[in-house]
């Protein structure tokens, strides 16, 4: 899977390729819109991250470029303006998504994931993890083939700690997946520990290995190991 | 006061000081021409006196009334003088000021002292008069004055009050120009054209310091970012000790408490300036049922009964406001209720009321309004929640209040 990543804050692209580089994505950095432009022209690629300040130019430039170029890549804009207007303009352009800054790079690889899954599967893909299968074109869980009952928030988690495996996520990157920027409660951290309590005894009565592992006591881990 | 009042104290100041100096001046010369008509008068009788005596041969009897002319025989003939004289006049029952000239009269070989006595006016009268008169045009020019001020003030101030009426309307969230028209008075039009160029200068620095305070906000997202994903990624390595990851992850969400403090901050400096303008008329009711959908992990966790009433409602406001409004109320209720607690929600032409058990405020309800005010030392709060849906409900013309009732906190945002 290749990336390109058009982001001139070196200090967030290195943080950003390194983490997906570990995802064992191909990840390409640029830092201006020019350089950008040309590689769009010239490459193909499964996903772009745009961030809309740039330099030389504006972000949402780019989204229009690739989409006269007909390019089948994932759009995601990553922008500091967390302005309503610009999200919907970007979305309207036909970016995928919009992540606005600070995010956690948890949660861009989870929407990445899903970007990718929507465009090159059309959703028709399944994501295993040993004796787990998640259908996303469903929102279904099966374990050993056996379907699991979940709640909608429940499936959100197990997908979230699925795309983020082997990652230790703190409940902060996880209550902010669940609810979005609205649930600022210390209350919500708690009862993440509720809704991972409940996942687990789900997947552990299916007859699932127990995979949520807690880290140092303030973040979960999902792994094999 | 008035600046009519002000005119007509000072003008009645200053008429009483020309007044009192321009009526001394007035009775000195006025005694003095009185003097010498006086005098002349007397020289005149004198004259009469000797031409008589030369024509008739004889003294003309002595009178005794107004100007009193009388004889004495003396040895020696005596020198001419002129001299005031208080004289006691009976009918008057008083003593007067007269004139006096005594003159020798020679007359059949014999020398006589002729006096002749011209009464003046008494000082005291001529005093009382002069007042008199004076304070009589004084209180013309008052009344003079003041009857044309208010019969045209109306009429020369029109186009102040027009003006004053304009600041007092002036908006500073609308950062706009006032537009004031021409005025022919020369201190009006000169007024109307500073004000003109002082809103213009507060409407720039407004407009200069709102995008400074967006850009300084949104450069300080990039750096946080950083923070943040350079300690997301730091967590992943091998090894790491206990502490040392709580250490990361600390970093990490203070870095994302300061995030949401910006932004928060950037919302209400937006709602500030009226960037939320746009109103639309929406369905408040869904906007509430929707919201307590949200909420519903945490009301179930901590076992909170919701008690809800929603009538129907709609409401003519900024989308996003709207939204604002009850996600931060409804958060509050939840925060301060203690588990298995109450929340009452009522929704009705009134407003929208949001009523949760808990224990009295540390502070007055005054404080809890302000920016920054927490009620706990919480450090996942920003302190600013209840002051952003104060902030929009004063930009709305909306009001919000606070009461204490049974146990309850009762907030009531009214539309």
């Known amino acids: 899977m290749k990336i390109l990543l058009v982001e001139d804050e070196t200090g967030l692209s290195d943080s950003i390729s390194s983490y997906l580089k570990q995802e064992g994505y191909l990840c390409e950095v640029v830092k201006d819109f020019k350089s950008a432009d040309e590689k769009i022209e010239l490459y193909q690629y499964d996903c772009i991250l745009v961030d809309i300040n740039l330099p030389d130019g504006n972000g949402l430039n780019l989204v229009k470029s690739l989409k006269r170029l007909k390019s089948q890549a994932g759009i995601i804009i990553i922008s500091a303006r967390n302005a309503v207007d610009d999200k919907i303009e970007g979305l309207d352009l036909g970016a995928d998504d919009y992540l606005s800054k600070p995010f956690s790079l948890a949660e861009l690889n989870s929407r990445i994931k899903s970007v990718l899954r929507r465009r090159k599967f059309e959703g028709n893909d399944e994501i295993l993890f040993n004796e787990i299968t998640i259908k996303p074109s469903e929102s279904t869980v099966y374990v050993k083939g056996v379907l699991l009952t979940l709640t909608k928030k429940e499936y959100d988690l197990i997908l979230f700690l699925i795309n983020n495996k082997n990652r230790v996520l703190t409940k902060e990157t996880i209550a902010e997946h669940l609810w979005g920027d609205d649930m600022d409660m210390a209350d919500s951290y708690d009862f993440i520990y509720t809704h991972i309590k409940n996942l687990r005894k789900k997947l552990v009565e299916k007859g699932s290995e127990d995979y949520v592992k807690t880290a140092y006591g303030m973040g979960y881990k999902f792994s094999a190991e | ?415």
């Open chain 2, 1 to 415: 006061m008035k600046l009519l009042t002000k005119n007509t104290l000072i003008l009645l100041f200053v008429a009483l000081v020309v007044f009192s100096v321009g009526g001394f001046i007035f009775y000195t010369q006025l005694k003095n021409i009185m003097n010498e008509e006086a005098i002349e008068a007397l020289y005149a009788k004198k004259h009469e006196v000797e031409q008589y005596v030369s024509e008739n041969h004889k003294l003309p009897e002595s009178v005794s009334f107004e100007e009193l002319l009388n004889f004495t025989e003396s040895q020696a003939p005596i020198k001419e003088c002129l001299s005031d004289q208080l004289i006691y006049i009976q009918t008057e029952e008083e003593e007067l000021p007269y004139k006096q000239l005594r003159f020798n009269l020679q007359f059949e070989g014999k020398n006589y002292i002729c006096t002749i006595s011209s009464s003046l006016l008494e000082a005291d009268d001529l005093i009382e008069t002069i007042f008199k008169s004076f304070a009589i045009i004084i209180i013309l020019l008052i009344v003079v004055f003041i009857t044309i001020n208010f019969l045209f003030s109306k009429v020369i101030w029109k186009s102040f009050f027009k003006t004053l009426k304009q600041i007092n309307d002036y908006e500073i969230e609308k950062h706009q120009v006032l537009a004031i028209d021409k005025n022919s008075t020369k201190e009006f039009q000169q007024l109307n054209e500073a004000i003109v160029k002082m809103t213009q200068k507060i409407s720039n620095d407004f407009n200069n310091l709102k995008s400074f305070t967006e850009n300084a906000s949104h450069e300080l997202q990039t750096p946080l970012a950083i923070i943040k994903n350079k300690t997301e990624v730091l967590l992943q390595t091998e090894g790491l000790t206990d502490e040392h990851a709580i250490q990361i992850i600390e970093i990490n969400q203070t870095a994302s408490r300061l995030s949401k403090l910006n932004q928060t901050l950037l919302l209400m400096s937006k709602i500030e300036n009226n960037q939320f303008s746009i109103i639309e008329t929406l369905n408040f009711t869904d906007i509430v049922t929707n919201k307590l959908k949200q909420f519903e992990d945490l009301i179930e966790m901590k076992q909170i009964r919701v008690i809800s009433s929603l009538a129907n409602l709609q409401v003519n406001i900024h989308p996003m406001l709207a939204d604002m409004i009850v996600s931060n109320l409804l958060s509050n209720a939840i925060k301060y209720t203690a588990e298995k607690g109450e929340i009452q929600l009522v929704l009705s032409s009134e407003g929208f009321k949001v009523s949760n058990q808990g224990k009295a405020l540390k502070a007055g309800a005054d404080k809890l309004f302000a920016r920054f005010y927490k009620e706990n030392e919480d450090a996942t709060s920003t302190g600013l929640g209840l002051a952003l849906v104060k902030q929009i409900a004063i930009i709305n013309k909306h009001s919000l209040n606070y009461d204490y009732i049974n146990n309850y906190h009762v907030f009531c945002y009214s539309f």
